[in-house]
């Protein structure tokens, strides 16, 4: 363990063993004879004291010096000890939060017990809904996008830079064999189509880097915009020049949070490339300005990039708060087997606040009448490539209206499997502002609920179950309310 995590823990058994006593510092320091400010040094994890000076300690304060120096916590702190030794303080980037590692030192060691409480909780509920060290991983990571508005400017200007000094034209549409070139010429690459396919296990796998050979293995049966995404993904690990990375696309298992950050990045930085920032600003402009929806020209703009609809939309949560100041939105993506009557929400993202529609873990119903879920049954019975549909969202309950858009498409890697993609506009005065359609009529406007069991539109025809969860508060309500008049009747 690090000498600082000793120090650490030493001041945490110190503070301890000190209030157990009813000691305030100053009657430590007067007992033991070290002054008061020393102590608190100690208790800080600032300093670790001298064997004479442990020595003294422990005789006060009448604890076993082998206890006092020992590593192992009882108890009450033991959590804090879990998390200290585990060094998950030095794999998470604190910096890019804002947050001092010594913050967090300072908070722990000054109200151990509160952070005790606060840390069995989290391990509870983690373990409760099997949250996996990959899962606590990516909601740092999607934390750190909703805290910069999923904008990063940096990342942009290196995406200029690459076009400036491979002479790629960001006016034009990017095809996977310009990227194919750069990585083959440049960075050494040797591409494979043939071994992926051989392997049944790796069906759902895109792609696999060996980096000892710079061997790219690729599936067959991707289309150009998938390859293209996947070229610019390892462009961007070597532009970037990113040791710590991934191998698979999609990801099987991180190792550390680097990896997690690199490969947003990453991804960040494919997006950009293919749907370059200035481009699909003007295109939206001009989507924008037109006093009805036209839903031509929306797909237009999609098809104009050689990017799935899915690049697209994530492509939206970057630009939309940046370049329109439209910062209330929520991104959705989710997952369905035709035959079924489950949809499996495995990716969002909000923005500014916890929007309406957002993960359930706790197996209930989303709403049947959300957009997402609806173009998902839709492409299921037909046999379209792309459906796209729209509406205006209204959640009773919360007092507020989304817009929200919808693409779903198949699963070209598993057979009657198909995803939505979902960007929803909080309705407010900036994005009344920016949208000149907004108004009309053309955009049919449903109410929607969250789920069905917390859901209080009555008559609802395609609700799954009752409302049960608004049931059970009911009736507890009504418990209070009788409780409260007996209250009042006998008093």
Not at 217 to 224: H, K, P, Q, V
Not at 333 to 342: A, D, Q, V, W, Y
Not at 382 to 389: A, L, Q, R, T
Request: charged fraction near 25%; glycine fraction near 2%.
């Amino acid at each position: 363990m690090e000498e600082e995590y000793i120090k650490l823990i030493f001041g945490l058994k110190l503070k301890q063993k000190r209030t157990e006593k009813n000691l305030s510092l100053f009657g430590l320091s007067k007992l033991s004879g070290l002054s008061k400010s020393y102590l608190n040094e100690i208790e800080k994890g600032k300093k670790y004291p001298k064997p004479d000076k442990i020595a003294i300690l422990s005789e006060k304060l009448d604890v076993p010096y082998d206890q006092m120096v020992s590593l192992k916590l009882d108890k009450n702190l033991a959590p804090i000890g879990d998390v200290l030794q585990s060094k998950i303080l030095k794999e998470i980037p604190l910096e890019l939060f804002g947050i001092k590692e010594s913050n967090l030192i300072d908070i722990i060691s000054n109200a151990p017990a509160k952070v005790n409480a606060f840390i069995s909780t989290i391990i509870e509920i983690a373990q409760n809904y099997n949250f996996s060290r990959e899962s606590f991983y990516l909601a740092s990571v999607r934390s750190f996008q909703e805290a910069n508005n999923n904008y990063f400017e940096d990342i942009e200007q290196s995406v200029i830079k690459f076009s400036k000094a491979y002479q790629v034209d960001l006016t034009k549409p990017i095809s996977s064999k310009e990227l194919e070139d750069i990585l083959v010429e440049e960075y050494g690459y040797t591409l494979n189509e043939t071994e992926l396919n051989k392997h049944h296990a790796l069906d759902n796998l895109r792609s696999v880097f060996v980096p000892k050979t710079k061997t790219l293995l690729l599936a067959s049966n991707m289309d150009d915009a998938q390859k293209t995404f996947i070229f610019a993904k390892e462009i961007a690990y070597n532009f970037l020049d990113y040791s710590e990375r991934l191998y698979t696309f999609s990801w099987i298992k991180f190792d550390n949070f680097d990896q997690v950050l690199n490969n947003f990045h990453a991804s960040y930085f494919a997006g950009a490339l293919i749907i370059p920032r200035a481009t699909i600003t003007k295109k939206l402009n001009q989507l924008f300005s037109k006093k009805t929806f036209d839903e031509n020209f929306f797909l237009d703009i999609i098809n104009s990039f050689n990017a799935s609809p899915e690049s697209f939309y994530q492509r939206l949560t970057n630009i939309l708060p940046k370049d329109f100041n439209i910062q209330n939105l929520f991104f959705l993506r989710f997952t369905h087997r035709s035959g079924t009557n489950r949809f499996h929400l495995k990716k969002e993202l909000h923005l500014s606040h916890q929007h309406s529609p957002h993960a359930n873990e706790t197996n209930e119903h989303y709403c049947r009448r959300w957009i997402s879920l609806k173009v998902l049954k839709d492409i299921s019975r037909s046999n379209k490539e792309h459906i796209f549909d729209m509406q205006i969202s209204n959640y009773p309950d919360d007092n507020m209206s989304y817009l929200v858009l919808s693409s779903a498409t198949r699963d070209p890697f598993r057979e009657n499997h198909f995803r939505s993609i979902s960007v929803g506009l909080l309705i407010d005065k900036q994005l009344k502002r920016k949208l000149s359609f907004l108004e009309t009529t053309n955009i049919k406007k449903t109410e929607v609920g969250v789920t069905c069991e917390r859901c209080s539109i009555s008559n609802c025809e395609i609700r799954q179950v009752p409302a049960i969860r608004l049931e059970h508060e009911a009736k507890n309500k009504k418990i209070e309310m009788v409780v409260e008049d007996l209250k009042n009747r006998f008093s």
